[in-house]
């Protein structure tokens, strides 16, 4: 075990499990459980999609036109942020523990004029890993920002299973309604979302305009199963005021996104400050949410 050292590429290993993340986005990567040979995660064929589990920060989708505007002047953001792309400083706390930073420099404050400090620690104990999103404001004025998780797991879980034999279940029954998105803009109107038993059957075509959208479901589970054998995930969350559903077309996986933060809607303003689901940290203040997945 070491601190403060850099690391491409923790290892974090218990009985259970073994997960790798990348200092670069402070990326899961792998998360196989030792005992079945499983591999939870999507391998990241760049044919679909070449990440396995970004983090969302500082904004959640798209912006309109990809600009903002924060005190009258204009500012460019890609899709999802920048934090995905960049090299987090590493500390390997424990053979079960990492811990991944990121702070603001001269290249984001051009793009993005706060000062921040955004940590995602990784836990493993038995059967579960956890992954919790810490953000602090060092500055001398409020920080208005997004986070968001966007893990890809592998669907086909098991050879010789379909896509088609897995299924989400929500631990909550509702009636779940379905935001779309209009090149990456959240629509102004939402449609059912229909479940069979309170579970979403997984088909490929689900996707094929883009990810399923859900705001303020009342459900903080959701477990990925599959009718041909016995293993899956579940997925935990708490306090995420807006959840996606994604897959690449026809790709072998899907994403469970829990997200404090959303796409511009196709009416904004494109204000900062009235960005639906903007998250507003005073000076000194911390603010933290977490997701876990338990392995089975």
Same mark, same amino acid.
């Given at each position: 075990?070491?601190?403060?050292?850099?690391?491409?590429?923790?290892?974090?290993?218990?009985?259970?499990?073994?997960?790798?993340?990348?200092?670069?986005? !402070?990326?899961?990567?792998?998360?196989?459980?030792?005992?079945?040979?499983?591999?939870?995660?999507?391998?990241?064929?760049?044919?679909?999609?070449?990440?396995?589990?970004? +983090?969302?920060?500082?904004?959640?989708?798209?912006?309109?036109?990809?600009?903002?505007?924060?005190?009258?002047?204009?500012?460019?953001? =890609?899709?999802?942020?920048?934090? &995905?792309?960049?090299?987090?400083?590493?500390?390997?706390?424990?053979?079960?523990?990492?811990?991944?930073?990121?702070?603001?420099?001269? !290249? *984001?404050?051009?793009?993005?004029?706060?000062?921040?400090?955004?940590?995602? #620690?990784? #836990?493993?104990?038995?059967?579960?890993?956890?992954?919790?999103?810490?953000?602090?404001?060092?500055?001398?004025?409020?920080?208005?920002? =997004?986070?968001?998780?966007?893990?890809?797991?592998? +669907?086909?879980?098991?050879?010789? *299973?379909?896509?088609?034999?897995?299924?989400?279940?929500?631990?909550?029954?509702?009636?779940?309604?379905?935001?779309?998105?209009?090149?990456?803009? +959240?629509? =102004?109107?939402?449609?059912?979302? @229909?479940?069979?038993?309170?579970?979403?059957?997984?088909?490929? /075509?689900?996707?094929?305009?883009? !990810?399923?959208?859900?705001?303020?479901?009342? *459900?903080?589970?959701?477990?990925?199963?599959?009718?041909?054998? @016995?293993?899956?995930?579940?997925?935990?969350?708490?306090?995420? @005021?807006?959840?996606?559903?994604?897959? !690449?077309? /026809?790709?072998?996986? +899907?994403?469970?996104?829990?997200?404090?933060?959303?796409?511009? *809607?196709?009416?904004? /303003?494109?204000?900062?400050?009235?960005?639906?689901?903007?998250?507003?940290? =005073?000076?000194?203040?911390?603010?933290? &949410?977490?997701?876990?997945?338990?392995?089975?």
């Amino acid at each position: 075990m070491a601190n403060n050292l850099f690391y491409s590429m923790i290892i974090l290993e218990n009985n259970h499990l073994r997960a790798a993340i990348a200092a670069k986005g !402070a990326e899961l990567q792998g998360l196989i459980n030792k005992q079945t040979g499983l591999e939870y995660m999507w391998n990241g064929d760049a044919t679909y999609w070449g990440k396995h589990s970004p +983090v969302l920060f500082p904004i959640v989708g798209g912006l309109k036109n990809n600009i903002y505007f924060y005190k009258g002047n204009s500012y460019h953001l =890609s899709r999802h942020g920048f934090a &995905r792309d960049m090299e987090f400083s590493a500390q390997q706390l424990s053979a079960t523990e990492a811990l991944f930073t990121l702070t603001d420099n001269e !290249a *984001s404050q051009e793009i993005y004029p706060f000062a921040f400090i955004l940590q995602l #620690r990784y #836990r493993l104990a038995e059967n579960i890993l956890s992954c919790s999103y810490e953000v602090q404001n060092p500055g001398d004025k409020d920080l208005f920002f =997004s986070v968001g998780a966007h893990p890809a797991f592998a +669907v086909p879980l098991v050879k010789d *299973s379909l896509y088609e034999d897995y299924w989400l279940q929500f631990n909550v029954q509702e009636n779940l309604q379905r935001w779309k998105l209009e090149n990456g803009l +959240v629509a =102004s109107h939402a449609e059912p979302l @229909p479940l069979q038993n309170n579970r979403l059957r997984l088909h490929a /075509d689900l996707f094929y305009e883009d !990810a399923i959208v859900i705001k303020h479901m009342q *459900s903080n589970q959701v477990t990925l199963g599959c009718d041909q054998h @016995p293993h899956g995930i579940h997925f935990r969350f708490n306090d995420f @005021p807006f959840f996606g559903i994604w897959a !690449a077309k /026809d790709a072998p996986f +899907v994403c469970l996104e829990p997200w404090c933060g959303i796409a511009d *809607s196709v009416e904004h /303003d494109q204000e900062l400050k009235h960005k639906e689901g903007i998250n507003t940290l =005073s000076t000194e203040d911390n603010w933290e &949410r977490s997701w876990t997945v338990e392995c089975f």
